[in-house]
């Protein structure tokens, strides 16, 4: 139990690591975009939008989703494995 939640913890720094990056990324570029530093959510919908369907991007879009992944599944068998 003690080793699955380590890995759990070590599997959330490496998601929050990802996803503050993929967010101070898209407040950069809708900053680079508007030339504001506090753009509003209509710009960072937009940024989000083209960062989902930017080829540049696609290999971070794919880590972030399979660590998100990854964290469901551990997240769900720590809660079966205590359940039982």
């Given at each position: ?40 959510p209509r710009v960072f919908l937009k940024?989000?939008g083209v960062w989902l369907r930017s ?26 494995a205590t359940g039982s």
């Open positions: 139990m003690i080793i699955r939640l380590v890995l759990m913890g070590l599997v959330f720094l490496v998601w929050a690591g990802m996803m503050f990056s993929t967010l101070f990324t898209l407040r950069a570029r809708a900053e680079a975009r508007t030339g504001r530093a506090l753009s509003g940024e989000l080829p540049e991007d696609k290999s971070s879009r794919r880590t972030l989703l399979f660590l998100t992944f990854v964290l469901l599944v551990m997240a769900a068998q720590n809660a079966f």
